[in-house]
């Protein structure tokens, strides 16, 4: 009888590892069964992935545009040139609260599941956020702001869901869902904190001096938002939990299963084995997983910029035209960042997905970064205009630095998560959020700090030296 061929062996090797087992009771088991069984977008899972993305978003950046305008009514800045540096250490604060504690959060959802953290993430926005709007000064503020970073815990897990919910060839669009909901939610915070901060000054008919929103003028911004995420915890009840519980074996059928498998065979396939062992225990330590650590340094940088950008953005709009600003009130700033959210929407729901399948998610966060250097050094030129043209320019700029920005994002999302396998994306996304809010904690703080700074110095002959103050955005950017 003829004996079986090497490559006979590896076929049925192939065939095993495509081979799932389904373990009964086990929720990540049901959600791969009917993945297995359904055909097209899952709607439903996209559903609970923007919407809890958007909650992430909305606390973060709702209190650009107003922030200036609270530091200032505290009066604990002691000169107007002072604003922009305390509403950095406010701004810094959250992403100082969830640097403590992504990794803690991270671990807990490897253990417990998805969805009881993502529960504790939107509630928590509920009641902290809400606690930020009715702080009377610098100090209340700084402690909401805190507190809520600490138990932002969305992020990380949104992004592990994303990979876990759905089959491999929509995975690129999930990932694209999710930062496009929290790109959107990076503009439309802004825009709900322009429109809807100082009630009483912008909408005198409705909101007199003496009602709740008079007495707490940047309350009514951050209650809706509160009332957004109540709403969000609710629906999240009904969220379908996709991480694996088999009676104290959580690990899937992995390549530790495969290797198990192929050390039955022949002996001239014991090299290969050695290998995929080699490399399953390095990935077992997340420190020394090139691929992740790689990817999650690049993403530091990017949230570096991003944060940086959002902050300074909105202090150099608002800020007067004597200091270099646009003189912008917040509501305007609100304006030019809604409109850019239309733009960031479908650019990532309909043009992202076909071009990160085209050039690969890399090429695409590459090709991002390169493009944001002149359009960020078109900026000062733009503050040198004035009227419609000042309006339109700006507007397209900031279309296309959102588009640029959350593009790179979500590549770097989709090569985050399939750096690892699915028990340790949890942790991994923990370790992303502790180092990404390290370096965030640094974007508002510093970028703040130069912006007061650059204001101190329009008639200094060096750094920045030129009284239009554009170069000074230039280095703050």
């Known amino acids: 009888q003829k004996k079986p061929h090497k490559t006979e062996n590896m076929e049925t090797l192939l065939l095993k590892k495509k081979t799932k087992v389904f373990y009964e009771n086990c929720p990540g088991c049901k959600v791969d069964q009917l993945n297995e069984t359904r055909k097209g977008i899952p709607y439903r899972e996209f559903a609970y992935i923007w919407l809890v993305s958007l909650c992430t978003a909305l606390p973060i950046s709702s209190l650009f545009p107003f922030a200036y305008f609270m530091i200032r009514d505290f009066h604990i800045a002691k000169r107007e040139e002072d604003i922009g540096y305390y509403v950095g250490f406010v701004g810094s604060s959250f992403m100082v609260g969830r640097a403590l504690t992504s990794i803690l959060w991270g671990v807990v959802a490897d253990r417990y599941g998805r969805k009881p953290v993502i529960l504790i993430g939107t509630f928590s926005v509920v009641i902290f956020n809400t606690f930020f709007g009715f702080s009377t000064n610098f100090w209340m503020a700084l402690s909401a702001r805190f507190l809520l970073g600490c138990f932002n815990t969305l992020l990380g897990p949104i992004r592990a869901y994303a990979s876990e919910v759905c089959q491999e060839e929509y ?50 911004p951050c209650l809706l938002i509160s009332l957004f995420s109540f709403g969000v915890f609710v629906a999240c009840w009904w969220l379908p939990e996709t991480l694996h519980m088999h009676n104290g ?60 950008y959002t902050e300074t953005f909105s202090l150099w709009a608002v800020s007067g035209r004597k200091y270099g600003g646009l003189s912008f009130s917040s509501q305007e700033v609100g304006e030019v960042l809604a409109i850019s959210g239309a733009g960031l929407l479908l650019f990532q729901l309909i043009l992202y997905p076909p071009v990160e399948k085209i050039i690969g998610p890399i090429m695409t966060s590459r090709l991002s970064a390169v493009l944001s250097i002149p359009l960020l050094s078109s900026y000062p030129f733009i503050a040198m205009l004035s009227g419609l043209s000042l309006h339109l320019l700006l507007n397209c700029a900031s279309i296309l630095k959102n588009v640029l920005s959350v593009s790179a994002v979500t590549g770097l999302f989709i090569l985050q998560n399939n ?37 101190k110095r329009l008639n200094a002959s060096f750094l920045p030296g030129i009284k239009l103050h554009s170069i000074s955005m230039k280095y703050i950017i």
Not at 253 to 272: F, P, Q, V
Not at 428 to 448: C, E, Q, R
């Open 249 to 308: 074996n959580d690990i899937e059928r992995s390549d530790s299963y495969d290797a198990l498998e192929t050390s039955r065979c022949k002996s001239s396939e014991k090299n290969d084995v050695e290998e995929k062992g080699n490399e399953l225990v390095s990935k077992e330590n997340l420190f020394k997983n090139w691929p992740l650590m790689s990817t999650i340094a690049v993403y530091c940088v990017f949230s570096l910029h991003e944060i940086a």
């Open 419 to 455: 750096a690892v396998p699915q028990h340790q994306r949890g942790a991994a996304n923990g370790l992303s959020m502790t180092a990404m809010s390290i370096f965030k904690a640094f974007g508002p703080a510093g970028g703040g700090a130069l912006f007061a700074w650059s204001q």
């Open 171 to 220: 995975r690129s669009l999930a990932q694209s869902v999710a930062s496009t909901s929290r790109g959107i939610g990076l503009v439309i915070g802004p825009a709900i904190g322009g429109f809807f901060a100082q009630p009483s000054e912008k909408y005198p008919n409705i909101f007199t001096e003496n009602s709740l929103f008079g007495r707490f003028p940047y309350l009514l």
